[in-house]
């Protein structure tokens, strides 16, 4: 919980001084973070029960909840723009780098997610995080990891490498409620189910996880709309190429125009192409 008390400090103080720049710091980042890591704390709490849905609401909170509250604080711009450049030069690097492109990548993360709950409750690894505590936290590390990419790649407003399209994040999204779902209605009905709980417990997590994912995924939908912006960049681009390739295709030949070379450095612009403007006139285009 300390180290929870310290980030949060870290944080208030960075957007404190970021409000103070021209471009200021959004009120809801900071209270969406301090919401964040409240909950982190309530899902890292020491259990007052072996339940199982005792269980599986911390796992709501750990790999759902508490990654998009904090997710949606954007830390990642924030210390973009407070930290020095020793570090903020190292790590938009990083964030550029081929493994972030790929730990990043929506079948990388979708599979992550889906599959990491099934694994945990469709095969023995759920009877080893019960008799093993590094194994158990090393899967508390792994959903909250996943969650948070996860969430910041359907809705989070941090930069980041090759961000999908809106109708891929959306396609993605459906994929993971279907995904949790089917397991949620496995967990109820006990089928292919490899953890040591009673039945009724069973369908008690599986209900947890069934209308609470639910809860979750669809607040995550509702972040995808806030924080959607349209991309001009692309347009920008294929407009550019497009202009291009209809430089190139007018672009004549010396010997059909019979210019001189003086006179053909008349015809390009400032980066070495025919604009289309100025060849017009001679060519009758």
């Known amino acids: 919980m300390t180290a929870l008390v ?3 400090v870290i944080y208030v103080v960075a957007a404190q001084r970021c409000r103070r720049q021209p471009r200021g710091w959004k009120h809801w980042h900071t209270a969406s973070f301090i919401v964040g890591l409240i909950i982190l704390g309530l899902a890292l709490r020491p259990s007052t029960s072996d339940a199982f849905p005792d269980h599986m609401l911390g796992h709501l909170l750990l790999g759902m909840y508490a990654p998009l509250a904090l997710a949606l604080g954007a830390p990642m711009t924030l210390i973009l723009r407070t930290a020095p450049v020793s570090v903020t030069k190292p790590l938009v690097h990083l964030l550029r780098s081929r493994p972030a492109q790929i730990a990043t990548h929506p079948a990388v993360l979708l599979t992550s997610t889906i599959g990491g709950l099934a694994a945990l409750y469709f095969t023995p690894l759920f009877a080893l995080t019960e008799r093993h505590e590094a194994l158990h936290m090393v899967m508390h590390v792994h959903f909250f990891v996943s969650g ?4 910041w790649m359907i809705a989070g407003p941090d930069p980041g490498p090759e961000r999908p399209s809106v109708h891929t994040r ?3 999204l459906g994929l993971a409620i279907l995904g949790h ?3 949620a209605q496995l967990l109820y009905a006990g089928l292919f189910v490899r953890v040591g709980a009673p039945l009724d417990e069973l369908r008690a997590g599986g209900t947890l996880m069934y209308y609470w994912g639910d809860i979750a995924e669809i607040l995550l939908a509702l972040a995808l709309l806030l924080t959607w912006r349209p991309d001009h960049r692309g347009k920008a681009t294929g407009q550019r190429r497009r ?5 190139v295709a ?5 010997s059909e125009i019979g210019l001189s070379t003086s006179s053909r450095s008349d015809l ?3 980066t070495g192409q025919y604009t289309a403007h100025r060849v017009s006139p001679d060519l009758g285009l």
């Open 170 to 172: 959306l396609a993605v």
């Open 243 to 247: 202009r291009d390739r209809e430089a």
């Open 148 to 151: 948070y990419l996860f969430a």
């Open 250 to 254: 007018i672009r004549p030949s010396r």
């Open 6 to 8: 310290f980030v949060g």
């Open 181 to 183: 779902a089917v397991i």
């Open 268 to 270: 390009l612009d400032g």
